[in-house]
């Protein structure tokens, strides 16, 4: 076998150009695979991660109807089963109420649909960082009566902190929620959509706010990584509560699921044309490199080596291209995206500001999840097989008579 | 003894408006140790009859024994397999495998044998030498000029131990000083070896060397001449 090997690897090196041309076409296929996909999943692992420490989390368990009817009224007792799983269970990084309700605000001359947020102060900072995020003011302290107001809502208001906020929604079963509150921080999130209407308050005041008293409308589960996320769910639904269902983040955010499904597959066309092309490429070298040397292959059959055997060491030497190609685009593509992984490019000017106007927060992020690196050897692998086919049909069909002619 | 015998040998080939006989029933025995010239103008069917005796093409009817054996009633891996075992090929364009040097080159038939590598390494050694390129073992056929890689492909040839060797126009790309010395060296490896050579040629320095001449013309045997060379 190590003969065979030698062999073929010679053979590569008759024309290295033309095996450094298809090689480096393997190299740069792979490179640009990787870092589109690894752009992409950077991306939406970036926002899945924002919106679930920011708003979603990645799991929540809500009262059944709240999905389709979000409202206080759809409000619940976290049951004390559900905290004995929560709390027993390795996974969950941390575990937070939440009273979500919708209000009016207004500065007494402008008013703004918002989105109120009643938060466990200290256990949101620590699942979302909450207060790195403050650009102006405190952050709130539990049992604070006062808001933290996003920034774009706060400059549609014209407030700033300081100023009295008022606010008027619907409370529990129909009662009036209404309140004056000071502003005492304003933020600016990474989630855009985020800064133009949410007021967040103590879950306290949010409860006294709409008259739920201990309700809740949901709590937020983070959890380690995102594999941990279906364990941490089957428990969860052990727990014998008619009143509750629980959620991923997918299916809280299902809009979200779709636009990055919908972002997939036009990546997936893309790779596919990139792959196709390098396909041909690949074939195009493999059928000159059996036409040019066919008398060659014709003397080894008539000396006495047999076709499955020559069919090994041709098979070898395109297998040798395409780990050329593969491993080199793995070994160079690894530490640029592990850096800019860790230093994600910030973007600025106009073209923060379109990420910003599509949702983004305004950074290139990438991703090192495992599966970005081996999926385009995995595709490599299958093109170079598909394009074995060619040389075992070749060979199988090689006339030693005719060869020795040619 | 006869290493190959030959009986009612025919090769046709249809073209789309006319049957060609290549080989037209020949019949003709070679003994062992033989240095035969198979001579005849172009498109005589001389390349044709060596490739069937070779047990390259299949004939249309007839039969090639060898040793015995009759190889076209062999499989086709079994024929490849034979051929190793038993014929040698020297051809025209030397056809020696480029990336491999002179020695491996030699060797290289051993190791499909399943040689042990030191019997390999010691024929190897022993066959350049006596070829005369002993020095240039491990150079590749691209730096040895034409006549040295047709000594190397007389050395490959001759490495299996084969019962013959086939030879189709070994001289034709060569100048008269390197063909000379090539003749000088098959007819001492025939001597030495016992080795049965068998060429095809138009070459009047090998058909001089040559201990008999078979003529074929038109598919068919025209003369059979037997030479006393020494």
Request: aromatic fraction near 10%; avoid cysteine; hydrophobic fraction near 45%.
């Given at each position: 076998?190590?003969?065979?090997?030698?062999?073929?690897?010679?053979?590569?090196?008759?024309?290295?150009?033309?095996t450094?041309?298809?090689?480096?076409?393997?190299?740069?296929?792979?490179f640009?695979?990787?870092?589109?996909?690894?752009?992409?999943?950077?991306s939406?692992?970036?926002?899945i991660?924002?919106?679930?420490?920011?708003?979603?989390g990645?799991?929540?368990?809500?009262?059944?109807?709240?999905?389709?009817?979000?409202?206080?009224?759809?409000?619940?007792?976290?049951?004390?089963?559900?905290?004995?799983?929560?709390?027993?269970?390795q996974?969950?990084?941390?575990?937070?109420?939440?009273?979500?309700?919708?209000?009016?605000?207004?500065?007494?001359?402008n008013?703004?649909?918002?989105?109120?947020?009643?938060?466990?102060?200290?256990?949101e900072?620590?699942?979302?960082?909450?207060s790195e995020?403050?650009?102006?003011?405190?952050?709130?302290?539990?049992?604070?009566?006062n808001?933290?107001?996003?920034h774009?809502?706060?400059?549609?208001?014209?407030?700033?902190?300081?100023d009295?906020?008022?606010?008027?929604?619907q409370?529990?079963?129909g009662?009036?929620?209404?309140?004056?509150?000071?502003?005492?921080?304003?933020?600016?999130?990474?989630?855009?959509a985020?800064n133009?209407?949410?007021?967040?308050?103590?879950?306290?005041?949010?409860?006294?706010?709409?008259?739920?008293?201990n309700?809740?409308?949901?709590?937020?589960?983070?959890?380690?990584s995102?594999?941990?996320?279906?364990e941490?769910?089957?428990?969860?639904?052990?727990?014998?509560?008619?009143d509750t269902?629980?959620?991923?983040?997918q299916?809280?955010?299902?809009?979200?699921?779709?636009?990055?499904?919908?972002k997939?597959?036009?990546?997936?066309?893309?790779?596919?044309?990139?792959?196709?092309?390098?396909?041909?490429?690949v074939?195009a070298?493999?059928?000159?490199?059996m036409?040019?040397?066919?008398?060659?292959?014709?003397?080894?059959?008539?000396?006495?080596?047999?076709?499955?055997k020559?069919?090994?060491?041709?098979?070898?030497?395109?297998a040798?291209?395409?780990?050329?190609?593969?491993?080199?685009?793995?070994?160079?593509?690894?530490?640029?995206?592990?850096?800019?992984?860790?230093?994600?490019?910030?973007?600025t000017?106009?073209?923060a500001?379109?990420?910003?106007?599509?949702g983004?927060?305004?950074?290139?992020?990438?991703?090192?999840?495992?599966?970005?690196?081996?999926n385009?050897?995995i595709?490599?692998?299958?093109?170079?097989?598909?394009?074995?086919?060619?040389?075992?049909?070749?060979i199988?069909g090689?006339?030693?008579?005719?060869?020795?002619?040619? | 003894?006869n290493?190959?015998?030959?009986k009612?040998?025919?090769?046709?080939?249809?073209?789309?408006?006319?049957?060609?006989?290549a080989?037209?029933?020949?019949?003709?025995?070679?003994?062992?140790?033989?240095f035969?010239?198979?001579?005849?103008?172009?498109?005589?069917g001389?390349?044709?009859?060596?490739?069937?005796?070779?047990?390259?093409?299949?004939p249309?009817s007839g039969?090639?024994?060898?040793?015995?054996?009759?190889?076209?009633?062999?499989?086709?891996r079994?024929?490849i397999?034979?051929?190793?075992?038993n014929?040698?090929?020297?051809?025209?364009s030397y056809?020696l495998?480029?990336v491999l040097?002179?020695?491996?080159?030699v060797?290289?038939?051993?190791?499909?044998?399943?040689?042990?590598?030191?019997?390999?390494?010691?024929?190897?050694?022993?066959?350049?030498e006596?070829?005369?390129?002993?020095?240039?073992?491990?150079?590749?056929?691209?730096?040895?000029s034409?006549?040295?890689?047709?000594?190397?492909?007389?050395?490959?040839?001759?490495?299996?131990?084969?019962?013959?060797?086939?030879a189709?126009?070994?001289?034709?790309?060569?100048?008269s000083?390197?063909?000379?010395?090539l003749?000088?060296?098959?007819?001492?490896m025939n001597?030495?070896?016992?080795?049965?050579?068998?060429?095809?040629?138009?070459?009047?320095?090998?058909?001089?060397?040559?201990?008999?001449?078979?003529?074929?013309?038109d598919g068919?045997?025209?003369k059979?001449?037997y030479?006393?060379?020494d």
């Amino acid at each position: 076998m190590l003969n065979y090997v030698i062999i073929a690897w010679r053979n590569l090196w008759r024309n290295p150009r033309r095996t450094l041309i298809t090689s480096a076409s393997v190299f740069f296929g792979v490179f640009f695979a990787i870092m589109m996909t690894s752009i992409q999943k950077g991306s939406f692992e970036n926002m899945i991660e924002n919106m679930a420490r920011f708003y979603s989390g990645y799991i929540q368990i809500q009262e059944k109807e709240f999905m389709n009817t979000p409202g206080v009224n759809n409000s619940f007792e976290l049951s004390p089963e559900y905290k004995t799983v929560i709390n027993n269970n390795q996974s969950v990084t941390s575990s937070t109420k939440r009273v979500e309700t919708f209000a009016l605000a207004s500065n007494g001359e402008n008013s703004y649909p918002s989105f109120i947020i009643g938060i466990e102060p200290d256990k949101e900072d620590l699942k979302s960082g909450l207060s790195e995020h403050l650009i102006k003011g405190s952050y709130i302290n539990t049992n604070s009566v006062n808001l933290m107001v996003g920034h774009v809502l706060a400059e549609n208001l014209n407030i700033d902190t300081g100023d009295s906020l008022i606010l008027l929604g619907q409370g529990y079963h129909g009662v009036t929620a209404a309140g004056i509150y000071e502003v005492q921080g304003i933020f600016d999130f990474p989630l855009p959509a985020l800064n133009k209407q949410i007021i967040y308050m103590d879950i306290a005041n949010a409860q006294e706010f709409a008259s739920i008293q201990n309700r809740i409308t949901s709590n937020i589960i983070m959890v380690e990584s995102t594999d941990n996320i279906e364990e941490v769910i089957n428990e969860l639904k052990q727990v014998n509560d008619k009143d509750t269902n629980v959620y991923t983040w997918q299916e809280l955010m299902p809009e979200l699921l779709n636009l990055i499904e919908g972002k997939e597959s036009s990546s997936a066309m893309v790779k596919t044309l990139l792959f196709m092309i390098i396909g041909f490429g690949v074939w195009a070298t493999i059928m000159m490199m059996m036409h040019e040397r066919k008398r060659e292959l014709g003397v080894m059959i008539a000396i006495g080596f047999q076709k499955s055997k020559l069919l090994l060491l041709v098979l070898i030497e395109s297998a040798l291209i395409g780990i050329i190609g593969v491993v080199s685009g793995l070994i160079i593509s690894f530490p640029v995206f592990y850096y800019l992984f860790h230093n994600p490019i910030v973007v600025t000017g106009k073209m923060a500001e379109t990420y910003e106007s599509m949702g983004f927060e305004a950074k290139i992020a990438f991703s090192i999840n495992p599966e970005i690196f081996y999926n385009p050897a995995i595709i490599v692998l299958v093109i170079f097989m598909a394009v074995s086919l060619y040389q075992v049909f070749f060979i199988a069909g090689l006339n030693v008579v005719k060869s020795l002619k040619s | 003894m006869n290493v190959i015998e030959i009986k009612s040998l025919t090769k046709i080939y249809n073209s789309s408006e006319v049957q060609v006989k290549a080989v037209n029933g020949i019949d003709i025995n070679v003994k062992e140790g033989e240095f035969t010239a198979v001579v005849g103008p172009s498109g005589s069917g001389k390349t044709t009859f060596l490739n069937m005796l070779g047990g390259l093409d299949k004939p249309t009817s007839g039969e090639v024994k060898i040793g015995g054996v009759d190889i076209w009633s062999l499989t086709s891996r079994q024929l490849i397999d034979f051929r190793m075992n038993n014929i040698g090929f020297v051809f025209q364009s030397y056809n020696l495998i480029p990336v491999l040097t002179a020695g491996e080159n030699v060797e290289f038939i051993m190791q499909l044998q399943g040689k042990p590598k030191k019997e390999r390494a010691q024929r190897t050694k022993e066959l350049l030498e006596a070829v005369g390129i002993g020095d240039r073992i491990n150079s590749r056929p691209s730096k040895l000029s034409g006549g040295q890689q047709q000594r190397v492909a007389v050395a490959r040839a001759l490495a299996s131990k084969p019962e013959f060797i086939l030879a189709d126009e070994p001289t034709a790309n060569l100048d008269s000083k390197a063909t000379t010395s090539l003749l000088e060296l098959m007819s001492n490896m025939n001597k030495k070896y016992n080795t049965t050579f068998i060429f095809a040629t138009h070459d009047q320095r090998v058909m001089d060397k040559a201990r008999r001449i078979i003529t074929i013309e038109d598919g068919k045997i025209l003369k059979d001449e037997y030479f006393n060379r020494d």
